[in-house]
């Protein structure tokens, strides 16, 4: 025996052996409820299911706008009934997802009942195309709401378009400067989305927005369109109409400036002056 050395006393050894075999033992009934967990997962879920808390009672649904509630309802593949703990949100938010309009759905199930959160897709321009299509801010077409209401938004007019189903989304380089037009509309700095009936873009390199209110057209390059430029048109539109003038045209195509050309005040007078205004 080496100076120093203390043998692990005799009696530690079966507290030792004890403890291993626990931790054994342990191991096994964990790796044996795991595989029997499967097969007693479904028949409990099938016994809560018996109970009033764990069965669907009611489908609520929140956050729509234009969508009906009947029309999202008929789609959610839920029944009075059915076994809440075999309730898939997955399988709803896909069935729903199947209309366009749709962005997003949040599913939460709660004891006896079901709700469902609809994030819809906005309307963002109309186009004519034959039928006045719904498109969203990406240029996706939306489903035609059931109950046939459209929303009050700029009409475009002029594109050559294939018929598009709800769902795609418009191809197309123009159709993507038109969108951002009308996004500078909407800005709050400009605020002239509410003005604008109607966006024609049958020239090429040129698009005439037509007010609502007084039908005054406003000539703009949607290519080189600017927040700065329809700050301007705003502007010389509130400046036009407090100073009362029948205004014919307003030019917005050039940088720095807006033309105004001006109705002559009386028949017999000389035709109208253009009228630059810096931005």
Do not use: C
């Not at 029997?36 to 809560?48: I, Y």
């Not at 366009?100 to 949040?106: F, G, L, P, S």
């Not at 700065?228 to 539109?237: F, G, K, S, W, Y």
């Not at 105004?260 to 009228?275: C, F, L, N």
Request: glycine content about 6%.
């Amino acid at each position: 025996m080496r100076a120093g050395y203390q043998p692990r006393p005799s009696w530690r050894k079966p507290a030792q052996k004890r403890r291993r075999r626990r931790a054994l033992v342990l191991i096994l009934l964990t790796a044996l409820l795991a595989l029997a967990a499967p097969l007693l997962a479904r028949p409990m879920v099938n016994a809560l299911g018996s109970l009033a808390p764990f069965q669907v009672h009611a489908v609520e649904l929140s956050g729509l706008l234009y969508l009906a509630p009947d029309e999202i309802r008929s789609r959610i593949p839920v029944k009075d009934g059915d076994n809440l703990l075999l309730v898939s949100p997955a399988t709803i938010e896909a069935a729903l997802k199947k209309n366009a309009r749709v962005d997003a759905v949040r599913v939460a199930r709660y004891p006896g009942k079901v709700l469902v959160t609809v994030v819809e897709r906005r309307t963002f321009v109309l186009v004519n195309s034959g039928g006045l299509l719904e498109v969203d801010s990406d240029g996706t077409v939306l489903t035609p709401l059931r109950r046939g209401l459209i929303a009050d938004r700029p009409v475009v007019t002029g594109l050559r378009l294939s018929p598009a189903a709800p769902g795609t989304k418009l191809p197309g380089r123009r159709v993507q400067e038109l969108l951002h037009l009308v996004r500078l509309l909407e800005a709050p700095e400009v605020g002239l989305i509410s003005e604008i009936s109607e966006i024609a873009a049958d020239t090429p390199g040129r698009v005439v927005m037509r007010t609502s209110r007084d039908q005054i057209p406003i000539l703009v390059d949607p290519e080189r369109v600017t927040l700065a430029a329809m700050r301007a048109v705003a502007a010389t539109l509130r400046d036009v109409r407090e100073r009362d003038r029948r205004v014919l045209v307003l030019d917005a195509r050039y940088r720095g400036q807006v033309v105004v050309r001006y109705a002559p005040p009386t028949i017999d007078s000389a035709a109208g002056t253009d009228s630059p205004g810096k931005v």
